[in-house]
């Protein structure tokens, strides 16, 4: 009975579609999850994935409730710490920093990076010539990067408030996490500059590695207990122009596979 109090209390199932509202979804499968680095006693021991009928999203049949998501954030995250694996981060987020500089036209400016984790994006960022501020809910990682006296902040982006406004927002592996999609790119385009961009990276399952790794039985995103969301490429963009900013730019992740790097512009 416990673990079964403790289920309800820790995820919420999904009523309507969390990007469109429709009520009607197809059945995409059950995968288990007992082996996530983040599972422990009481969480579920499957994820059931649904696909929207009308509007195609695929998502999970329920999110965490914030007693779900403390659960998870308590484990460690090795990948995710300040440092990990500097050279090759600096090297990868470089590439993103000049695509968006490249963009922009200009290596000033203000920049919010959204659940920074490694720090990676963030610090080169910063080194780049951007005014640098990050957010994520790791103590871990918000201890480590005060540590060498970068601007960070142990907070959730939809209670952050900044009245001067970012010319750049990055959401790098951090959309597919959030319960309710539409609600953070609703608060990026109030914290965001007229024209400003943001930058979103998450797994795209409408590319062919997925299927590659989906035919091999290899595709790790199924089993992600963090993830409440599956993007393809085409209903991001729409979800992006729904929310008021247009896609100007698409890549590949060096960092994730299958992973997806889009930038849009706040219109
Ligand atoms: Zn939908």
Redesign the pocket.
Known sequence: MEVLRQAETLRVAYET?P??E?RSFVPLGETACKAHRAWTEGLPEKLTWLG?K??G?VFTDAYWTDEGLARLLATPHGHQTPGHDVEAARSASAVVVERIANLRGSLAGRWLDVGFGDGSLLTTADEFGYETVGLDLREVCVRGMRGFGYAVEKQSLLEFHDARGFDVISLCDVLEHMPFPKQALHQVKRLIAPHGLVLVTCPNVDCFAWKWLDERGQNPYWAELEHHHNFGRARLYELLSECGFEPVSYAASRRLHAGMEVIARRR
């Open positions: 579609c990007l469109c429709g929207c009308a509007c999203h």
